[in-house]
């Protein structure tokens, strides 16, 4: 077998946000039109190697993703041990418009899932007039808690495996292995507390105020796998309903992580999606 060299760029961004000065890892690939990416609760960028490598993808858009501070190969402040990391809404929406701002972003297109899904609609209320789209993957306004959280972070518990055990129930039960085993692998690696505290913003931090959105400004499509007891199908049809204009995929076999988990399946819905992006911009 011959050597294979990805695609991927990865460098490091330091910039201000709500939580002081951030060292936050960017890693992107393509050209076009930018696409940033937001990984889910817990886990970090890796969540979208696949699209990062798909030039289906990266020959029109410029796919962006970033690990959110305490994530990933981002950095955590000096004193993490002294401090409980607990994600609010207005947090993350300011971390995604200083990502934009510090990567000198014009309009780009913003996909999220999960939280990032949840923040999506943040954006799309408060910052219409900066995107060009918002993609909102497994995104409902609400989520009811269906586990104790006290357990993700426990001296007698260990953190990573049990986010891993906890997350293997909202995959697909189709899912290629070897995806299932790498999106498992990123929750087992997450840092101690760091998944109990972006649950802060999923669970206690709920956005009911959808009809502010207006989707004549900047368009939002809502795709959901049908596997998610997390997001449900009907919340996300719930967010359609309360939001005129938006645009609602139910995708067959997927489960909570679409991108990592099958990306073949996944592109299958999200490739119309970004057909119709670059419809409307070259208008």
């Known amino acids: ?91 993350y929406a300011a971390m995604v418009v200083g990502v934009c701002d510090a990567l000198e972003l014009d309009r780009p297109v913003v996909m999220g899932c999960s939280i990032g899904g949840r923040i999506v609609l943040r954006l799309a209320r408060d910052h219409a007039d900066r995107f060009a789209a918002l993609i909102g993957l497994q995104s409902g306004a609400a989520v009811a808690p269906y586990y104790e959280r006290e357990y993700l972070h426990r001296p007698d518990v260990h953190g990573g495996e049990l986010c891993a055990a906890l997350m293997s129930g909202l995959i697909g039960p189709d899912a290629p292995a070897a995806d299932r085993a790498e999106t498992l692998w990123h929750y087992a690696q997450g840092g101690p507390g760091v998944f109990k505290g972006d649950l802060h913003f999923y669970k206690d931090q709920h956005d009911d105020d959808l009809g502010g959105i207006d989707t004549t400004r900047c368009p939002l499509y809502l795709l959901t796998g049908e596997y998610d007891y997390s997001c449900m199908p009907e919340d996300t049809l719930a967010v359609a309903k309360a939001v005129p204009g938006a645009q609602v995929v139910i995708m067959p076999g997927l489960g909570h992580f679409p991108m990592s988990e099958d990306h073949d399946a996944f592109s299958r819905h999200l490739g119309p999606v970004l057909d119709e992006i670059v419809a409307g911009e070259r208008r």
Do not use: K
């Not at 060299?5 to 910039?15: A, D, K, L, S």
């Not at 305490?70 to 609010?88: F, I, K, N, Q």
């Open 1 to 91: 077998m011959t050597a294979f060299v990805e695609p991927i760029v990865g460098r490091y961004v330091h910039m201000d946000l709500p939580g002081g000065r951030q060292r936050i890892h960017v890693e992107e690939a393509g050209r076009g039109i930018p696409l940033l990416c937001l990984h889910t609760a817990g886990s970090d960028s890796r969540q979208y190697r696949h699209l990062l490598n798909d030039p289906g993808v990266t020959d029109r858009f410029r796919v962006i993703a970033f690990d959110m501070p305490w994530h990933g190969r981002s950095s955590v402040p000096a004193d993490w041990r002294d401090v409980e990391y607990r994600l609010t809404s207005d947090d």
